[in-house]
């Protein structure tokens, strides 16, 4: 009988590793995700592909660890002997990266490097190959030099997160060429979906208009409005990591829609899905923006569809709609998804929940 191929995800709790979890599964892949031990469950997002693992034919796998934690990381990889490893764990919101500096530094940029230096040891020592996939960030062009972004922009980053990000990436590109080591950067612009952090802007404002519709909230706060951003679905591009390891040779590639879009359209169109106007509900809050912006990200996918064979599937707004849709029904209020005109009033749906005329 083959062995199944293993990979090992950090950050498998997190939006990109859940829906990278689900693909490997569906790949035939024995995958391991690295959690971090809390005093309460954190696996929502994985709890509908989790398996006992004491049952015959599991495949799915966690284990107790952190970035921070080079010995930890060391074992684990020794234990599970992945032939691919998904470096997604991040302290990833870049707001948060500015009140925990150092935190973000060790977690994002040294937390990298522990793990491409465990996985050197390991390949020379067994020599059995281990491909690598670094998560990358558009926060990385920062002060953009060029649009669109390409592989070949030069980074300016513009936060503790995006430092750290970038110290990420050279650390990959610096392992693949001195131990020619099979190690890859996805340079990912802004992706989303329904499993969103919550305290990201995308979610932050799909269920606030949940909340709203339902009565439970008035007003949502906000920071830059101006700040424009290429945004995808976080499942197409979870792919795309898939597709980079599964090359002849190692390389990055940017991964984007080559579209960028502004938060105020992105307000337009969500509070639009519900029939209501958001500047009734939306008013600024200056504790929301960051000490250095970033003012305008847009990505050229284009290697990534010549070499990859990769392109997104959801557009701008679908995916606004599939957002403001998952959190209404969270609600347990109807929405119009699949793609269908709207079926319900929603301001009606609010009066009549709230019994107040607005």
């Not at 829609?257 to 600024?284: C, K, M, P």
Request: glycine share 8%; aromatic share 10%; charged share 25%.
């Amino acid at each position: 009988m083959t062995q199944r191929k293993r990979a090992l995800l950090t950050g498998i709790t997190g939006q990109d590793g859940s829906y990278l979890g689900e693909l490997l599964l569906e790949q035939g892949y024995e995958v391991h995700g690295i959690i971090r031990r809390t005093s309460t469950f954190n696996t929502d997002r994985i709890d509908h592909i989790y398996e006992d693992p004491h049952v015959e034919g599991a495949r799915l796998f966690l284990h107790y660890g952190d970035l921070t934690d080079g010995t930890t990381l060391r074992r684990i990889l020794e234990q599970v002997q992945p032939a691919e490893i998904y470096n997604l764990g991040a302290q990833s919101h870049v707001r948060v990266s500015f009140d925990a500096p150092e935190y973000t530094a060790d977690a994002v940029g040294m937390g990298a490097l522990r793990i491409l230096e465990a996985a050197r040891d390991y390949q020379q020592r067994t020599g059995n190959e281990i491909r690598y996939y670094q998560a990358g960030s558009s926060e990385m062009y920062g002060k953009v030099q060029a649009v669109p972004q390409t592989e070949e922009t030069p980074f300016y980053p513009r936060s503790p997160y995006a430092c750290a990000k970038v110290f990420a990436h050279w650390q990959t590109v610096n392992y693949r060429e001195s131990y020619d080591m099979f190690a890859c950067n996805g340079i990912l612009f802004n992706h989303e979906s329904p499993r969103r952090g919550e305290t990201f802007v995308t979610r932050k404002i799909t269920r606030a208009i949940a909340r709203i519709v339902a009565g439970q909230q008035k007003k949502l706060y906000m920071g830059n409005l101006d700040a424009k951003r290429d945004w995808g679905y976080a499942k197409d591009y979870v792919r795309a990591m898939w597709l980079m390891l599964q090359q002849e040779q190692p390389d990055d590639y940017v991964v984007a829609t080559g579209e960028t879009h502004s938060v105020h359209e992105f307000l337009d169109i969500a509070f639009g899905r519900v029939n209501l106007d958001w500047q009734d509900y939306v008013e600024f809050d200056e504790r929301y923006l960051r000490p250095a912006e970033v003012d305008l990200l847009i990505g050229d996918p284009a290697k990534a569809k010549e070499k990859l064979g990769w392109e997104p599937s959801v557009t701008f707004e679908q995916l606004v709609h599939l957002m403001v849709d998952a959190d209404l029904q969270a609600m347990g209020i109807s929405s119009a998804a699949n793609g269908h005109s709207k079926v319900e009033d929603y301001a009606t749906i609010r009066q009549s929940l709230i019994g107040v005329s607005f």
